[in-house]
């Protein structure tokens, strides 16, 4: 008796017993998917492939590659069991935390600008180590971006929402936050996080203080951090904003101080590999009649 | 009895025994020299710093805060013991090896040119996990930036003069250039690193790797790797060339392969905390009788 199974991918192994369909997203599901029972989802291809999971009556698991899952429990039926991607963004996301830092504390929009007129230019610059960074939301992605700070000899000061060992709660941060040389920002957007960095905390950063924000736009009042960068105050790395995408016309676009990439630490070469090693070990534990990992349901 | 020291920062720890005068290297030395019997060198400032070596005739002892010291030799009168500063930008270095190798995964060209235009233009990007980094030089500056590689899952294969065990010698290069994302050169200038990587070198490189040089310029034959960029065969972060500085017309500048930073790996601000604590145990050592570090005549 063989299980039918969709997944996004034509190069992963599929145990013997399981019957596999490739859908990758793009353009109409294919016919034929009535007794399909475990949907792994295509990452990042719009909403079709959510809007999907109401129409396959067999279906019993579905694989999300996302870490949020909200969006789909309202389409998920009773009964069906919901595995979420938590932990394939981490390594991407630590990797795109450092990229940014790197690039504001060795100049390189200096560089790149220099590049463009051919001038070799010598300065000093900035380095992160010895740089003391509040590393602000302490899950997996702050473990893993920590292990890149620690490499590089920077201070790593630990906050999240609520104090433990080792770790700061974030009312601690009007203590914090004049000590930093780097903010580093790894929230999630939930009531508590929002607006958390204000006018008033980003007025407690020490001069040229570093902002980076790699979480959800939501924690940072962008209109506040772009007054204190446009003052050649604090500067800023950010691949999230309040507002995205930020409007072509924002004045946060061109300020000397301000790296802004477009929200995509998440997106990059090394998120596959694990995705796929995901949704291998969760086939062969439905073929097994195993619990799955991940489950959020 | 007070001995006359000369260093060029006045925010250091100086022995009780000690009589220190301070200069920076810019202006002209200062009066009252003649009994100066350890002098350490003002790092970058130019050639003045070396010159005066000669004219210190109390002279016992030179510490320069820079690892070449060839330039020194001729400069040091018998009997005067040389230091250098071997060490002191290895952090440095590595962090900005780490710097280009992230700029360039992630694709921080497009985003800065997006940037100029304000454009929200999402792509996903290579990654540096996962990548097969061949090191090639394997001394203090390559361990430290196998630290900040390994934190970053990415696979370190280590390569020097000569093989040893969990080093490969450089005679394997042909069998490892196939195999290679991304190469990062360490390399000193020497006869046995001059030209080491020619067109026949990079031909075999994969499409698409990653060529990256915090070593010596000489290491590489810049036409042939501006030819393979040129091409879009292979991609370049350098912060050395073969002519130093980059001519503004050469046609590397403006290729879109390629980043380039004006040989500033070593000058970052992690490197003074660093060099001001070796002068300090240097001058204690000198203060007690004791053999100074790094000693290199």
């Given at each position: 008796m063989t299980a039918r199974v969709l997944v996004p991918w034509s190069d992963i192994s599929v145990p013997a017993e399981l019957d596999a369909v490739v859908w990758d997203g793009r353009g109409a599901p294919p016919d034929g998917l009535d007794d399909v029972e475990f949907y792994v989802l295509p990452y990042d291809q719009g909403p079709a492939a959510a809007k999907l999971?109401?129409?396959?009556?067999?279906?019993?698991a579905v694989q999300t590659l996302?870490?949020?899952?909200d969006n789909l429990l309202p389409l998920v039926p009773s009964g069906v069991r919901l595995a979420n991607g938590r932990g394939l963004h981490d390594l991407s996301v630590a990797e795109h935390a450092l990229a940014l830092i790197l690039a504001a504390q060795r100049y390189f929009p200096r560089w790149f600008a220099q590049q463009r007129t051919g001038s070799w230019d010598r300065v000093h610059t900035r380095s992160l180590a010895d740089c003391r960074v509040l590393l602000v939301g302490y899950g997996s992605i702050g473990r893993a971006i920590e292990r890149y700070l620690e490499a590089g000899e920077a201070e790593v000061v630990r906050v999240a929402s609520a104090a433990r060992p080792g770790v700061h709660g974030i009312a601690e941060l009007p203590d914090l936050l004049p000590t930093a040389d780097i903010v580093l920002l790894v929230l999630p957007d939930n009531p508590r996080t929002r607006?958390?960095?204000g006018a008033a905390e980003l007025a407690l950063l020490p001069d040229t203080a570093l902002v980076v924000n790699v979480g959800r736009g939501t924690a940072v009042d962008t209109d506040a951090l772009t007054a204190e960068v446009s003052a050649g105050r604090l500067r800023a790395a950010l691949d999230v904003v309040d507002l995205e995408p930020l409007p072509a016309d924002h004045p946060l676009w061109t300020l000397d101080g301000a790296i802004i990439t477009p929200h995509i630490a998440g997106g990059s070469d090394s998120f596959y590999p694990r995705a796929k090693r995901l949704a291998e070990r969760q086939l062969a534990h439905y073929a097994k009649g195993e619990p799955l990992e991940n489950l959020v349901n």
């Open positions: 999971i109401p129409h396959l009556p067999s279906l019993r996302s870490a949020g899952y607006g958390l960095f």
